[in-house]
């Protein structure tokens, strides 16, 4: 598959990617080397096998990008199917909604799923609310952020507390809320609830 791949051989390459996982399902890396591959090289490959892409139409281009990216969506879901650690999947997938397709709901939804799962990265939370916020749905990106401070270690910088609650004070002011209104953590802590 790499020697296809590296010759941008595009019937090869997706034949022997779907090959690849059906004699053995288990190893993620082959799923996700997959999906990436079927999203982001294949359609280059096509705009280029049809004049590149100061000659292709962008109209053109965003039905090769659209096409490929829903085979990865397929190819994705078909490694849920046999894998047990969804995580990775999720996050894959919500790239590909992201980046390729330009759902910012549907990425929203993966990158909250994977979040959701057990030992969900903390950058998926604080993306899921930044989406939210892309979408125009301040309130629910305040009140998602506002609920997520609390969880986050405070000495793990993956966590990214700080940056939390940043945002947390930035949709403030957006949202014009008066300082009685105001997210305040100091609380959580008198209160004896864990932060």
Request: with cysteine; net charge neutral; glycine share 6%.
């Amino acid at each position: 598959m790499y020697a296809g791949w590296e010759q941008r051989d595009l019937p090869g390459t997706q034949t022997l990617l779907r090959a690849v996982v059906a004699v053995d399902p288990r190893p993620l890396y082959f799923w996700l080397n997959g999906a990436r591959i079927l999203a982001y090289d294949l359609p280059v490959w096509r705009i280029e096998a049809e004049g590149g892409y100061d000659t292709v139409p962008e109209t053109r281009r965003r039905v090769i990008e659209i096409e490929h990216a829903r085979i990865a969506l397929a190819q994705i879901a078909a490694a849920r199917r046999v894998q047990t650690d969804t995580i990775a999947l999720w996050i894959e997938q919500a790239h590909i909604e992201l980046n390729k397709l330009g759902d910012v709901a549907a990425a929203a939804a993966s990158y909250r799923r994977a979040w959701e799962e057990k030992g969900g990265p903390y950058y998926a939370a604080r993306i899921y609310g930044e989406l939210l916020k892309r979408q125009g749905r301040q309130a629910e990106a305040y009140a998602w952020l506002c609920a997520l401070y609390p969880q986050l270690p405070r000495d793990d910088e993956a966590a990214d507390a700080p940056l939390v609650l940043t945002r947390i004070r930035e949709l403030e002011r957006t949202l014009h809320l008066v300082p009685d209104q105001a997210f305040r953590p100091e609380v959580l802590m008198k209160s004896g609830r864990s932060l």
